[in-house]
């Protein structure tokens, strides 16, 4: 499996071209248990945990002793081979996370083991218990941050953040709607939107304790939360009350639950879709768009995570994580030991029903 | 009638306060034929013609005597009822439109009887041969103009004009898509592109004659001319040849029409949804939003022709007729003696099959 892991994160050339017989302390990484795919399928079958060896520690690399790293679907997507960014196979799965530092290569400044450091941006392979990569890739955290809150902070609720911010000019008192409200990113809209003021019209499935999700939404700061047959009116508007119509609505859903989002929207109104749970299309009628002059248009966090915007992308994320450390931004998740990897991953891929965001403790 | 022709145009408490015995010259315009409705429902069932008798022309109406007036889809659609912005009942059918000045009251100034006129802004009431009118409703023509052109350049030659300008900023050598290219609109914004030196893809219906449409779109500048069929093939883009990939696409159809302008489109373009015709909502994949980031919006010429941009309106009709004068700006009409308008009507609801702009000529 040597090949394997040198093939995922460094060049082939080095594995041409072993390294001289100068061993320094900490040159070398401790062996990786990893969960790993060679092919494009399943991902609950082509995935397979595996020993990888220790690997170089170059003069800029940081080996990192994982602590977390979540399952977003953007990773099984990556696995099943139709997200357009994928790493080339044989690949270990995963995209974010933290850990603490193991040890630094030479020229390393900056960061010492034992710091708490998370991966940003973004980058394959942290579904494993030592990440050896560039020091360009960690961002060192303030350590009072749980490691589980580090590992998520990026995909969702930077999402949720930048949805807010770069589509319609918000102001205090202003609203907006969202299906999939249940979602890390729903439940971040909602306490971002109540910080600035802004109210939140939120959209939940249909389900076996709907009235406890309802619940819980409202504890996070949510207006209203409809699920989808109480929205079975004839004119949806009728139920806002004092909440004023939303300007810009988030759809992760799609089919009939982009449709209630649509129907919410005031006139000139921007819906943003970010996601399609439901795997269907979204329609919109004619009128839609010509009489009600809405905007459609969609998310996708890449432009805001590439290597050109790190800078301003930490920054954001420091501010996500300071609101985690003063209580004011929490969500769901739940713990999953690194040995129960798969049924983590069958939970993810919603096999057991509704589950919280999977996120894996090393 | 006329009763109704009161309250279709003057207030109805004019009807109540007959004008005292002084009578002027040209103060009650001529008997005027008109389509009439006095119920919303189907278009070719609703209206009659009729004799209305003649009314008063106050200080600052104009009265003129109407040359042409087409029939566009929002004018059945307003008398179908479905229309958002519709006139009280009962009410002459008609919103664009172009005479000579017949007469003028007693404070007009710079309009005089013999002057080629078009309602500017649009007005309900243009089915007849003599309108009377505010004189802030007309606007003076070159009379060099032919009237059906002044007659029917505002609601679809001025969407083509503004669709080109207010979604995506053009450069000369871009591309734009479209379909129902044989449309006014499709049209014009072929020949307004070509003037731009941006290049058009249009789409068009598989129907007897349509190598002949081809033939006909590609004289007036279109570079690619395919009718649906045609794009029945795996990678539209494929056909583009040395035609840049669109960053702008028109709509007008729905259904898989809007399906194919948004298969053309480049990554991060827009499609703007101006029609109908196919009665059929746009669907789109949750990937088109996320990875391809395309947005979709609405054109509404309503916000073009309020009375608070008459001047800015204007002088784009000015600029319209000038390369209508110019010969740079033709379009397919059919026009149809006044006493034939229900045939018209018949063609322009599509009973005939495929027809070009119906204008009556009065």
Redesign the interface.
């Known amino acids: 499996m040597a090949c394997v892991r040198f093939l995922t994160f460094k060049p082939f050339h080095h594995l041409l071209r072993p390294t001289s017989g100068q061993i320094r302390a900490f040159s070398m990484s401790p062996p990786s248990t990893a969960v790993l795919y060679e092919t494009h399928g399943p991902p609950d079958t082509v995935t397979k945990v595996v020993q990888l060896p220790p690997i170089e520690i170059k003069a800029n690399d940081v080996c990192v002793k994982m602590l977390a790293a979540p399952i977003n679907p953007s990773d099984y997507n990556r696995i099943q081979g139709v997200y357009?960014v994928r790493p080339p196979l044989p690949a270990v799965g995963g995209y974010e996370g933290a850990g603490e530092v193991h040890s630094v290569g030479s020229a390393v400044e900056g960061l010492s083991p034992g710091d708490l450091v998370m991966v940003s941006p973004p980058s394959t392979g942290t579904w494993q218990t030592h990440v050896v990569k560039d020091k360009s890739f960690w961002h060192k955290v303030d350590k009072g941050t749980p490691a589980e809150y580090a590992a998520t902070v990026t995909i969702n609720p930077l999402s949720a953040l930048r949805m807010i911010e770069d589509y319609v000019n918000l102001k205090s008192g202003d609203a907006v709607v969202q299906n999939g409200a249940t979602s890390m990113v729903g439940q971040c809209v909602i306490q971002l939107a109540k910080l600035r003021g802004i109210h939140t019209i939120n959209i939940i499935r249909d389900r076996a304790g709907s009235d406890l999700a309802k619940e819980k939404l409202k504890k996070l700061g949510a207006d209203e939360v409809y699920t989808e047959s109480q929205l079975n009116v004839k004119n949806v508007k009728s139920l806002l009350g004092n909440v004023p119509e939303p300007t810009l609505g988030f759809n992760c859903v799609?089919g009939d639950a982009a449709t209630l989002v649509l129907k919410f929207l005031r006139h000139g109104g921007t819906m943003v879709?970010?996601?399609?749970m439901a795997?269907k299309?979204?329609?919109?009628?004619?009128?839609?768009?010509?009489?009600?002059?809405?905007?459609?248009?969609?998310?996708?966090l890449q432009k805001w995570i590439n290597p050109d915007k790190t800078e301003e992308c930490r920054e954001m994320l420091d501010y996500l994580l300071g609101l985690i450390r003063e209580g004011k931004l929490k969500y769901d998740m739940e713990l999953v030991p690194f040995n129960e990897f798969h049924t983590a991953l069958d939970k993810s891929l919603g096999k057991l029903g509704s589950q919280p965001k999977q996120v894996i403790k090393f």
């Open positions: 357009p799609g879709t970010y996601g399609g795997k299309p979204v329609t919109v009628s004619t009128s839609s768009f010509i009489f009600k002059e809405l905007t459609l248009t969609g998310f996708y």
